[in-house]
């Protein structure tokens, strides 16, 4: 287990929450080695607009508060966020539309993003009673929603397990650029999933990990969504 995991971990208990927000999912993940987009939690529209200049247009933002585990059910999540002006507006549309489903909403902040893109994939974990923590990987979309194209595998994984459970897909050959899309590194989308698996051999208290989406290309893999529910 990395430091900064144990840290955000205790500072998650601490403050009693079973679930661990964006931010904090993927500075875990980041701790591990795996590639996340670039983030910044803004707490003012100013902010937001800096870290947007600094990140480059367009940007995603999205809120990041306790009480919101799937953030696009709540109208908090925009895309295509082209300038300064949309960002003010996205940072103020955000919080108020969250805040008129949820009375007295926590909120801890806004996320400015870059827009990430590529092959859409997602990785996720399930705990079994009996066997331990089990990596779930797939292609993203239909593939996963429709065609329940998934690979599982126990964790940890080994190098041989990690290129199998990506071989296995019915799908795989979306991450050799089929019919002009992007190819997806695989040489990093196998240590993408072996970090992730270290992850969760290394913290049984994980009791469900969902990376979705997670966009791969030539350049590498990016994690753009990462929650985390503890036991
Ligand atoms: P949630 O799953 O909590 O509703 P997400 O962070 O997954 O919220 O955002 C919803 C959708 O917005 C994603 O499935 C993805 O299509 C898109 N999205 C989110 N973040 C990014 C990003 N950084 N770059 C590109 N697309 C994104
Ligand atoms: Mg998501």
């Known amino acids: ?50 870290a947007a200049r600094r990140i480059g247009y367009p940007v995603v933002m999205k809120i990041v508060s306790p009480q ?38 926590d909120v801890r902040g806004v996320i400015v993003s ?17 066997f ?7 292609l993203g979309g239909v593939n996963v929603e429709i065609f329940k194209d998934v690979a599982y595998r126990l964790a940890p994984l080994e190098e041989v397990d990690a290129i199998e459970m990506i071989a296995e897909l019915k799908g795989k050959k979306l991450l050799e650029g089929f019919r002009g899309r992007e190819r997806v590194d695989v040489r990093v989308l196998t240590s993408v999933l072996m970090a992730v698996s270290r992850l969760l051999a290394d913290f049984d208290d994980i009791e469900e990990m969902d990376l979705n989406p997670v966009f791969g290309n030539e350049r590498g893999v990016k994690v753009a969504d990462a929650r985390i529910i503890l036991r």
Not at 24 to 37: P, R
Not at 132 to 138: L, P, R, T, Y
């Open 68 to 105: 919101i585990v799937h953030k696009s059910e709540y109208g908090a999540v925009r895309l295509r966020i082209m300038s300064d002006q949309e960002v003010t507006a996205a940072f103020s549309e955000t919080v108020s539309s969250s805040r008129r489903k949820i009375d007295g909403l």
């Open 1 to 50: 287990m990395t430091d900064r995991a144990r840290e955000i971990f205790d500072s998650v208990r601490g403050e009693g929450r079973k679930f661990v927000m964006e931010p904090e999912a993927k500075a875990i993940l980041g701790s591990y080695g795996v590639g996340v987009t670039n983030d910044v939690l803004c707490r003012t529209p100013e902010e937001a607009i800096e």
């Open 132 to 138: 331990g923590q089990m990596v779930m990987f797939g």
């Open 114 to 130: 870059e827009t990430a893109s590529g092959q859409e994939m997602i990785i996720g974990s399930m705990r079994d009673p009996q």
